[in-house]
């Protein structure tokens, strides 16, 4: 006899318009994610009360899949337009967001590997890692709450693999749920052309060795396509693997680092062209052939100002305005300077140490190359974090002398409007060198004015993704010094060198650094999946249209136990409410390797149960040994929560047989025919030959339609048909003590079964009885 007691510990009703669509236990806290038709997500407590609201990310996207990290840490959702969202389950922000390849998510895994990898993998000399340096939160910078050095993401001792299933039959492994390790294209898999569509269920062993997927036909036919894909190199390479994901997950996170300072980088200096302009670029001359620079160059050269800009400097510019424009500039200047030292500098510093890491195990060729991992591209992404470097260095000693040119411009323009309004001069200021005048005239030329318009070109001319126009001596460049100090350095291979070039700016550089830690690990999820092999596939009719298929209940359940380990895929035979399900068996063990069985379980007449015809509106795995269900009569008048003993389930089971080679376009050959499963060709059990081995509860006053379990928690959500209501149940509970003859209320279930079938018209006056019926 299975044991199911159950205590309804709380009910509570949902407010607002959209209707409840996923909802996902936590296997380690008392959380249940739960996300609607408005494309929003909520994460509730066991009270149900809310912990957080991730928004909807745009209008008509739907989230469609919802999975745990195995530690329930972080929670990902994969919605419509194909984004995947991590979210860091304690705070609710999002710690990272990416898109594999556009198309819509329609299935998500998140497994651990079996075994701990953080010492093993201590052999591929992997180095202590390094504090990250926090992001810049920029008001204008909208990338959702930023957490510093991404904490929520680190500290895994085990190797977990996040699968993600797509609308294109595509399927990609992302390690840690940040490195992209493998991706599977279906269709060339199996030899189908573009036959496979959206991947509805995926289910990976613990080893990571064998994937149990379950697929659409793009056909427009009612069939879904059941298969098994061995990943033998994930396996062999585990430890490797786990290296480069570490590696990854750092080298990312200081990439995200430098995107959101060189983002507060333009911010800083577009706040210094405010100050500037909101005055300066007012000016105009009458005659329209001359500009505030030209007129400024002709007062520092012939010592006279027009009537003009003598009224602009002494009437609207003032001494007391000139001096806030020229602190705020200086601010300005001062915030790009640190941003530069603290955050990008060190984070490219950090960034370089890594990635010469990855070149390190890039020419270990023996156990990196069969992953794609290829050395000439990790030296490239390496030259590029250098010459990176190389730019920032020039950059910040352009700002050095922009300042010089900005005080000192500032200080003369301080003391003509002094003088213009015949005002005291402080004896500080009264004397200007030879080198003033030549800093003022260079700053009027070349940095002050363009178009018309005030611009820090000197500056600005790095922040854009364009070629400099002003391209600094060759003398002054950081780089350019340290080689003619150095002429060995000449002498050395190209391959060894960094290559800043002179034309580009921090921007494009940027870019380039950008492109080439891509290209690094670009190669890998398809190496990867190119071993992949099909071991076994074949296709079910289902009982629905194509257009339904979406709506199939599915559940998986990996057993990884000493002497069982198998996947479990069990579906409906159509849309709710259906009439029955199949339960199929993927053994991965080595004594069974490839051994599939499979069965379709019906519920014809349920003597057992209050009487009535049933349907299945909704089923999910509760453990490793039992299969929840829930029922409807035909009337929706009453419901069931059914424990079926999957020892029981999986005895019923027959051998099936691989359906192997390309599909007929044709759909008529006799072999194409006779390997398509159906209810006709399968083996049809009838549940109720072992129901009685099995409990139930029964709810007359609550049409239950979905249900999220958590065995762990032993906890059990029970939703209504509108899914307005929702009911929380403990599971297992230990019957009460102070209940009198509570023995005797377990041995009367059996007789209370019975009067219910001979009165079915007093079934309410047994509402939310729990019964366990054993033989």
Not at 607 to 632: A, C, R, T
Not at 762 to 770: G, H, M, T
């Amino acid at each position: 006899m299975v044991s199911c007691m159950m205590r309804q510990s709380d009910e509570k009703h949902i407010l607002g318009t959209a209707s409840t669509e996923i909802l996902l236990w936590s296997s380690r806290r008392d959380l249940i994610a739960v996300s609607n038709s408005s494309g929003e997500v909520f994460l509730r407590r066991l009270s149900w009360s809310k912990v957080w609201k991730l928004p909807k990310t745009g209008d008509g996207v739907k989230v469609t899949a919802i999975v745990w990290r195995p530690d329930s840490v972080v929670l990902a959702v994969g919605y419509s337009s194909g984004d995947v969202i991590l979210v860091d389950v304690e705070s609710g922000d999002i710690v990272h967001t990416f898109n594999p390849c556009g198309e819509s998510i329609t299935a998500l895994s998140w497994e651990n590997s079996i075994s701990s990898l953080n010492e093993e993998a201590d052999n591929l000399l992997l180095p202590e890692l390094l504090p990250q340096p926090s992001k810049v939160n920029s008001s204008k910078f909208d990338a959702g709450p930023i957490l510093e050095g991404d904490k929520s993401l680190k500290n895994e001792e085990l190797l977990s693999l996040l699968w993600i299933g797509l609308q294109n039959g595509l399927v990609y492994g992302y390690a840690f749920g940040l490195f992209p390790c493998c991706l599977l294209k279906l269709s060339e898999l199996s030899g189908m052309n573009e036959t496979i569509g959206a991947v509805r269920s995926i289910c990976p062993n613990g080893e990571h060795s064998q994937l149990c997927i379950l697929a659409d036909f793009r056909a427009g036919r009612s069939e879904v396509l059941l298969m098994t894909v061995d990943t033998p190199l994930i396996t062999y390479c585990l430890k490797e693997l786990y290296g480069l994901g570490v590696l990854y997950r750092q080298i990312t996170g200081l990439m995200d680092c430098l995107t959101s300072a060189q983002k507060a980088l333009q911010e800083a200096w577009e706040d210094a062209l405010v100050d500037l302009e909101s005055k300066m670029v007012r000016y105009e001359n009458n005659d329209g052939q001359s500009s505030l620079s030209v007129d400024l160059m002709e007062l520092l050269m012939f010592g006279h100002a027009g009537i003009k800009l003598e009224k602009f400097l002494v009437t609207d510019l003032t001494d007391k305005g000139l001096k806030r424009i020229g602190q705020a500039v200086e601010l300005s200047y001062s915030n790009m300077q640190k941003l530069l030292v603290k955050h990008i500098v060190c984070a490219n510093y950090q960034l370089s140490h890594y990635l010469t890491q990855l070149c390190g195990l890039a020419k270990q060729e023996d156990r990196f190359s069969c992953l794609g991992l290829q050395v000439n591209s990790c030296l490239a992404a390496y030259r590029a974090a250098g010459s990176f470097t190389a730019k920032t260095a020039e950059l910040q000693q352009v700002i050095d002398g922009s300042i010089k040119y900005l005080k000192t411009f500032f200080r003369w323009l301080y003391v003509t409007i002094l003088r213009l309004s015949d005002e005291p001069i402080p004896p500080e200021l009264a004397t200007s060198t030879q080198q003033d005048v030549r800093f003022i005239a260079n700053f009027l030329a070349k940095d002050f004015e363009t178009d018309g318009q005030v611009r820090l070109d000197r500056i600005g001319q790095y922040l854009r993704n364009e070629p400099l126009t002003s391209i600094a001596n060759s003398k002054t460049r950081p780089w350019d010094m340290l080689a003619e100090a150095c002429p060995t350095i000449t002498n050395a291979p190209d391959s060894d060198l960094f290559q800043p070039r002179a034309e580009r700016s921090l921007a494009q550089e940027f870019a380039q650094l950008e492109q080439q830690v891509k290209a690094s690990f670009e190669a890998i999820p398809s190496a990867v999946g190119q071993t992949a092999s099909l071991p076994f596939m074949t296709n079910l009719t289902l009982d629905c249209q194509s257009d339904g298929l979406d709506k199939i209940k599915i559940t998986s359940r990996s057993i990884n136990q000493p002497k069982d380990r198998c996947n479990l895929i069990g579906l409906t035979n159509s849309a709710p409410p259906s009439s029955g399900f199949y339960l199929f068996e993927f053994a991965s063990e080595k004594e069974r390797k490839n051994l599939t069985r499979a069965a379709f379980f019906s519920f014809r007449k349920c003597d057992h149960l209050p009487p009535g015809e049933y349907k299945i509106s909704d089923m999910q795995f509760y453990n490793n040994e039992v299969l929840s269900i829930l029922l409807l009569t035909g009337e929706n008048t009453t419901s069931i929560f059914l424990q079926l003993s999957l020892a029981l389930l999986r005895e019923q089971l027959a051998p099936i047989m691989s359906r192997r080679g390309p599909f007929n376009s044709s759909f008529q050959s006799d072999l194409f025919a006779s390997s398509v499963l159906s209810q006709s060709n399968l083996r049809s059990v009838d549940v109720n030959t072992f129901i009685e081995a099995s409990s139930f509860r029964v709810f007359n006053d609550f049409q239950a339609t979905a249900l999220g379990l958590s065995s762990s928690r032993k906890i059990a959500a029970i939703f209504s048909a509108a899914k307005r209501k929702v009911r929380i149940f403990d599971m297992e509970v230990e019957e009460e003590e102070d209940v009198e003859d509570e023995d005797q209320d377990i041995e009367d279930v059996s007789d209370l079964s019975h009067e219910i079938s001979k009165d079915g018209g007093n079934q309410k006056d047994v509402s939310d009885v729990d019964m366990a019926v054993s033989p």
